[in-house]
């Protein structure tokens, strides 16, 4: 088994603060490595999969930061329906851009001198000159569809305009000799409102495909989404660069990493199986376990596998749980979640998960499209599925968290191990 490589200075490293959120303490992975190794490609486009939380930004950032390499996050949240998602990327570009320039570096310089107006407006002819309102309409149907096509215009000049800017930061980047990252985070955000962002991943690609000097980053935390900007024929990203897989961490990975900072801090543990065995191998689940660990206990307390499960309960409670998405759930479907938050990563479809389930494959095959669907868990690989958010369902799923009162019984059978 491959352990990580853990680099932080422990000799420097404050006690009295958490030591898990410091970029100097940050978990070091072999995809580091691989991620740095394809950031160095002649036309780097690297497209990484993953499940959510696992670190897939923070290994992009933190090679920037390493490298000391310019970096333009264009982190997508969720699209309003009625805002095109060419404007908002376009928007979030743009700031970027903007916050480059005023770092006065020679690339922010050169990118400052660009005439945006005259490219928009260059931008904006093209577009027109692509899209014509057809005649031979009613009045009414005239106006119906010349609405239709001036939102199409619309749409087509906003990413005529995207395809310009990265134009012209490629151009900068080749003047000055730098090879900016350009990290388009949540890319599958572009979908949710009926695949309607295509068009402008589509404009994307077909611009930065012909760059050498920017490098280019995708990723999404929706799999299920991404996918989609990934497989078929009609996918923006089909073929085009390198995959990178992220997997969740292991529990020799998390142990060579937190440890060694618990016993800095004085804290007496061996490992942290108990605290990160429902956590799915998510790094961002696992940083909250552990700063609760670390708050809640003193020098030469010895964190053991009671008190490690008591963490992960309190940081549970403190999370939002998900109402209706799983009240609503049948009991197939409740059997099915359970399994795999107790199970992370272990498939439904093996002999222990049968005898626990008592259910046919048929069945559990029904109940895992509609939890994907639901976005309650996620699949990183054939027959392996992890809980998307695992405190926020373990919340969801266990009522008796919020009763703080001593129990003498398991919290619900299928639990009994937490």
């Not at 998390?254 to 801090?265: E, Q, R, S």
Request: glycine content about 6%.
């Amino acid at each position: 088994m491959q352990i990580s490589k853990f680099t932080c200075s422990l000799a420097s490293m404050p006690t009295d603060t958490l030591p898990f959120n410091e970029s100097s303490n940050r978990l070091r992975r072999p995809v580091d490595d691989k991620l740095a190794a394809l950031m160095n490609g002649e036309k780097a486009v690297v497209r990484i999969v993953g499940p959510r939380r696992i670190g897939k930004t923070e290994a992009v950032s933190s090679y920037a930061r390493e490298k000391n390499t310019p970096i333009l996050c264009v982190t997508i949240q969720q699209v309003p329906r009625d805002l095109g998602a060419g404007s908002i990327v376009l928007a979030i570009l743009e700031r970027e851009i903007a916050a480059l320039i005023q770092t006065g570096s020679k690339l922010g310089k050169i990118l400052g001198k660009t005439d945006r107006n005259k490219r928009k407006s260059e931008t904006k002819r093209e577009a027109k000159a692509e899209l014509r309102i057809p005649g031979g309409f009613g009045s009414l149907s005239a106006k119906v569809e010349k609405t239709r096509t001036t939102e199409a215009v619309a749409a087509r000049q906003a990413d005529a305009e995207i395809a310009a800017a990265l134009r012209c930061l490629e151009l900068a980047a080749m003047a000055t000799n730098t090879r900016p990252i350009v990290f388009f985070d949540e890319i599958q955000e572009l979908l949710v409102n009926d695949e309607a962002g295509m068009p402008t991943v589509w404009a994307i690609r077909n611009e930065a495909q012909h760059h050498t000097a920017c490098r280019y980053v995708f990723a999404g935390s929706n799999q299920r989404l991404f996918a989609k900007l990934q497989a078929g024929r009609q996918a923006p990203l089909l073929n085009w660069g390198s995959e990178l897989t992220m997997p969740p961490l292991t529990t020799a990975e998390i142990d060579a990493w937190a440890i060694p900072l618990f016993k800095k801090g004085g804290r007496h543990i061996s490992s942290l199986s108990a605290a990160t065995e429902l956590l799915a191998g998510k790094i961002g689940e696992v940083v909250e376990v552990c700063n609760k660990l670390w708050i809640d206990s003193k020098r030469e307390d010895v964190l053991d596998e009671g008190v490690q499960r008591e963490a992960v309960k309190a940081v549970a409670r403190q999370q939002a749980t998900l109402g209706r998405t799983t009240s609503e759930l049948t009991s197939n479907q409740m059997k099915v979640l359970r399994w795999i938050v107790m199970n992370p990563g272990i498939s439904p479809y093996t002999k222990p998960a049968k005898a626990s389930l008592k259910l046919n494959d048929g069945s559990v095959a029904t109940a895992l499209t509609t939890l994907v669907n639901k976005e309650l868990i996620e699949s990183y690989g054939p027959n392996q599925f992890v809980a998307a958010t695992p405190l926020n369902v373990y919340a969801s799923i266990n009522p008796q968290l919020w009763d703080n009162s001593k129990r003498s019984r398991p919290l619900t059978p299928s639990l009994d191990r937490l």
